[in-house]
Each structure stands twice: as C-alpha cells, then as structure tokens.
C-alpha cells in the first residue's frame, strides 16, 4: 500500500490559503462598499422608535459615536486592524460583541447543516444507485420526476409545508424553536425533536442535485468497457453495480461537496428564519437591516471561508480517492 501524498497535498493547502487571504480582503471591502450604499440608516436602526422624537443634533452624536459619519473605507479598515488581532468589533444591532453573536449561533447552524447534509448524501446516493440500476423503469422514472419537482419548490415553501402537515394536522413534531416553550432547559432530546423538520426540509431541498448527478454518474459507469466485462464474466448484477460500477461512479460525486456548499448556506438560512432556529440567519438579517458593518463583514467572511474550505476539502478528497488526480490545484 502506498504512502498518502502528504506533502503534495500540503503544498496544495498552502496554495489554497494564500489565495484566500485577498479573497476574504476583496469581500470584506465589497460588504463595507455594498453596506454604505444601502438605503438603511444604521443610526435609525440602532435607536429604533427613539429616533422618530429625537433631534437631529442627537442623532448626529449617535451617527459620529457609532463612527457611521466616517467614509466606509476608514471603517474597513478599522475593522480590519482589530480583525487581524482577533476582535472583530460590536454589533450595533443585537448590542453585543460580534464574537459572542458568533459563538452562540455558529453551533447550532453547523448542527443543522452537517444533519441535514449526511441525509442528503445517504438518500442521494440511495435513491440515485436505485434510479441507475434500472433504467427507464418505475423506480427511474419516479425517483428523476420527483427530484425535477422538488427542484422547482422554494426552500421556505417546503418548510411551511411541513409545518402545516407534521406540526399543525399530524401534531408529530414541533413548529420551531429549539426546545419546548413550556421549558428553559435545553436537553439534548427537545433538541433532537425540533431538529427533526428543519434538518429533513434543508435536505430534501439540496437532495435534487445530489439525487441526480449520482444516477448519471452510475449511468456512465455501468456503460464503460469493464463493467460490460464484467458482466459478459457473468458476474451477477448486485456485483457489478455494488464492486465495479458504483465505486468509480461515485467518484464525480465528490466534487458535488464543494459546490453545493454556498446553496447549503444559503438554504439554511430560509430554513432556520421559517423554522425560528437559533442559527446564524436571524443575526445575518438583523445585521443587513440595520446595517451592522462589523457583524455583516464577520458573517460573510465566515460563509466565503466555509465555501474556500469546502472546495478545498473536495479537491482533497477526490485526489485521495482517485491516484491519478494530481494534487497540482
């Protein structure tokens, strides 16, 4: 058995994260660039009601103290200093230090996501193996139907969908939240209850793509000359599909991590804003009404950082699964 490519992979990384130093810097400029041009008033935001009653003096020396009477470029670069030594500044919209709004929510968006990711591969890889095994058959025909139908369905749409028939006809399981509105303690059991519709919505609307590009890989597979070989050997079909076809068919599916990721975040967060889920998208929508500079760069910055992550870790994993892919990139 041959050693593992560490070095080569290794260099790869390090190309990747030199990159995605100017990446992030172009970002957080284009959020500061994008934010000062909105129509939002930070400063309304920030006093809410009060700013109606108050003179203009007043909101003046709110303006400057929140330092939103600066050129946007002054405060980028402000926030980016205190960046670099692991401040990344004070929300102005939910009052309190971006790093603590972060730490709270970060955990509960990843849960959601990497649950609701695992279901999409294992039923994406299931329905799609089933789909390919029998070409233009019921199971064929059922399975690409249903996913060209759900991917015209919007995200939210699904999820009030389930609210309704789960929450409100079956009364199975809970609208939303993360625990029971009768309780204060979060156990790891009304957790998992409330968890159940958001993760399952989040992946039914990502398990299309997946769904999909894992039957026409198998399809590609099972006509390939050595497949026919083995067939021709009179290797049963379970043998084939399962030993030849699926372990070289799957191989394409590994650059599908990388891709779905932006659609993963952005799909969470209609989930979590329809399901009420303690994630990251209620900050991410305070932030942008309110104009939140230091909260909305720190947010974009961690969904480019995940997105630069993830299509590292699929380029990682697809040289680790096929030796002949150079890790060159």
Known sequence: MSALPWAPMARMAGRRLLFAVPV?????????????????????????????????????????????????????????????TGDLGHSTALRQPVSEVISERLGWTVLLCVTAFTLTVLLGTALGVLAARRRGGPADR??????????????????????????????????????????????????????????????????PWFALFVRESL??????????????????????????????????????????????????????TVFSWPGIAAATVEAALAVDFPLLAALTVLATAAVLLGTLLTDLLYGLADPRVAFDG
């Open 24 to 84: 992030l810097l172009a970002v957080t400029f284009g959020v500061f660039a994008v934010a000062a041009a909105s129509p939002f008033d930070p400063v309304d935001a920030y006093a809410g009601t009060a700013a109606r009653t108050a003179s203009e003096q007043t909101l003046e020396e709110l303006r400057h103290n929140l330092g939103a009477d600066r050129p946007f470029t002054e405060q980028w670069w402000d926030w980016l200093g205190s960046a670099a």
């Open 142 to 207: 059922f399975t690409t139907a249903a996913c060209y139908t759900l991917e015209a369905a919007p995200t939210f749409w699904l999820g009030l969908l389930a609210i309704w028939l789960f929450a409100l006809e079956l009364d199975v399981l809970p609208a939303g939240g993360l625990t029971d509105t009768r309780s204060d303690a979060v156990t790891a059991g009304q957790v998992a209850s409330h968890l159940v519709l958001p993760a399952a919505v989040l992946a039914v609307s990502q398990l």
């Open 219 to 272: 399809v590609e597979a099972l006509d390939e000359d050595y497949v026919r070989g083995a067939r021709a050997r009179g290797l049963r079909g379970r043998t084939v599909l399962l030993r030849h076809a699926l372990r070289s068919g799957l191989l394409p599916v590994l650059t599908l991590v990388g891709t779905r990721i932006p659609e993963l975040i952005t799909g969470a967060l209609l989930v979590e």
